[in-house]
């Protein structure tokens, strides 16, 4: 997912890509808000700054979801400045959440997934299930099938499979697969990511061409690279 930072101070825009970029993300960033309305069209997600030269944040987001090809882009709105007021102005002009600064990355990046969430509905969020070759993946009975027998899998595993499962092709770095699964509270060592891995491919093994697919990515983690024979 590409997230656009934009923020007027050097050392914010520095950390938010040095941090976002850690977790997976690619970051675009914008240090007014004249820069920012000629990148937004380029991301998925904007980290807006509300007092910004040439344009201020509200100005920005009122303007970015009052346009057909920004409107739907998630905004979350950051700022020093905490009234209430500016809060609900923030919210009425469209920005899908707010946070006050100084906050943490752990806050911020539960906000960003929060958010994704909420304003993102996927096309497979909607499915009740899924199918991929000898797989069925039953999302509203939260069951697995691999050639019509039911597959044993943990919690976490179940969890990892969907996840690769809808969004094919995508590389996932050991960090982000930490964050996503086990949650920001989570502080094990990304070798947990290995082993659950390792597992899940084992417990695939009956379709070699399923279990295959989830690939290691060197110096990264991991992806589902699918090629349906049919």
Same mark, same amino acid.
């Given at each position: ?10 050392? =914010?825009?520095?950390? /938010? ?28 997600? =904007?980290? /807006?700054? /509300? !007092? #910004? ?21 998630? =905004? =979350? ?15 009425? #002009? ?10 943490? !990355?752990?806050? #911020?990046?539960? %906000? ?18 899924? &199918?991929?070759?000898?797989? !069925? ?13 039911? #597959?044993?899998?943990?919690?976490? *595993?179940? *969890? ?9 092709? %995508? ?46 990515? &060197? ?12």
């Amino acid at each position: 997912m590409k997230i656009l930072a934009v923020d007027d101070d050097d050392s =914010i825009r520095e950390l /938010l890509t040095l941090q976002l970029t850690r977790h997976g993300y690619e970051v675009l960033t914008a240090a007014d808000g004249a820069e920012a309305m000629v990148k937004a069209p380029q991301a998925d997600f =904007i980290l /807006l700054d /509300l !007092m #910004l030269p040439k344009l201020d944040g509200f100005e920005v987001c009122r303007r970015l979801k009052s346009a057909e090809k920004t409107k739907d882009i998630p =905004i =979350i709105m950051l700022t020093a400045k905490a009234e209430e007021i500016d809060t609900v102005l923030g919210l009425e #002009l469209g920005a899908d959440d707010y946070l006050a600064k100084p906050f943490s !990355m752990r806050e #911020l990046l539960a %906000r960003i997934k929060a958010v994704q969430r909420r304003s993102q509905p996927k096309q497979q969020e909607q499915q009740l299930a899924l &199918r991929l070759g000898n797989l !069925m993946m039953d999302f509203a009975a939260y069951s697995v099938k691999l050639k019509g027998k039911e #597959l044993s899998l943990t919690p976490k *595993e179940y *969890e990892l499979l969907k996840l690769f499962l809808t969004n094919i092709g %995508r590389a996932y770095s050991r960090d982000e697969l930490l964050t996503r699964i086990w949650g920001y509270e989570y502080y094990g060592d990304t070798r947990t990511v290995d082993v659950h891995v390792r597992h899940l491919r084992s417990k695939l093994a009956a379709a070699p061409d399923i279990a295959d697919a989830i690939e290691t990515v &060197r110096s990264v983690g991991y992806r589902f690279q699918y090629d349906d024979p049919s």
